[in-house]
């Protein structure tokens, strides 16, 4: 299957600043991407949806000013956690899909909030 | 709406003994289901996937899942579970081509070696 990589693998900030995540995909060219988040022990829920060159398309609840998503190149998304809270820390999963629309996993990005 | 249900948040098998994870759906049209496992602080890894064809699908590790359309369920099995196969096991559906999924809240698998 094709591979999507997420990066870090994990990040430790301070209250108050702001975190970059960033989903590739290495092999494909991902025209959507998709943002999940997991809290411990839980389920993924779907954040957001991002197509490339557009606006990407929060779900109910999400707050768009908070998680800012970029999707500016084919191979390239990321998730901005803007002015970090100890809330906010959880678990980062992107996906990617393309052409075939089946969709491929990041490894995730474990976020911590200090 | 779509959803999807996993009944048992934890199941605990002995090692050597067969395995069935319940997964049930709810879907407006035709659904494209999937399993997926995920190893403590790890991403997703896909076990198997269903679009057509044939109930009865084969995927890595020794994991099959068959498509009952009637009981709107998608259950995973494995005839003999290893101890490395305790980890977290989601089930997922979405529309066709698979991308934006719902997933069901997952069930623990521990195994007792």
């Known amino acids: 299957g094709a591979v999507v990589s997420q990066h870090p693998s994990w990040v430790i900030c301070k209250s108050g600043t702001s975190v970059k995540i960033e989903c590739r995909s290495l092999d494909f060219q991902a025209t959507t991407m998709f943002w999940y988040r997991q809290f411990p022990k839980q389920s993924l829920m779907l954040m957001a949806t991002?197509?490339?060159?557009?606006?990407?398309?929060?779900e109910q609840g999400v707050e768009k000013d908070k998680f800012l998503i970029n999707h500016a190149s084919l191979t390239l998304s990321t998730l901005t956690v803007t002015s970090a809270h100890p809330e906010d820390s959880s678990f980062y999963i992107c996906?990617?899909?393309?052409?075939?629309?089946?969709?491929?996993f990041g490894q995730g990005t474990r976020l911590t909030v200090v | 709406a779509q959803s999807v249900t996993q009944p048992d948040i934890h199941i605990t098998v002995s090692e050597g003994a067969s395995l069935e994870l319940r997964c049930n759906y709810s879907?407006?049209?035709?659904?494209?289901l999937f399993w997926y496992v995920q190893s403590p602080g790890q991403g997703l890894q896909l076990l198997l996937k269903y679009f057509s064809g044939d109930t009865l699908v084969q995927g890595i590790k020794g994991f099959e899942a068959e498509f009952k359309r009637s009981q709107s369920s998608f259950n995973l099995r494995k005839p003999s579970v290893h101890w490395s196969d305790a980890a977290e096991y989601f089930c997922a559906v979405g529309p066709e081509g698979g991308n934006k999924l719902t997933f069901g809240t997952g069930t623990q698998l521990k195994v007792e070696l």
């Open positions: 879907y407006g049209a035709t659904p494209y």
């Open positions: 991002s197509n490339e060159g557009s606006k990407a398309t929060y």
């Open positions: 996906s990617a899909s393309g052409l075939t629309a089946e969709a491929f």
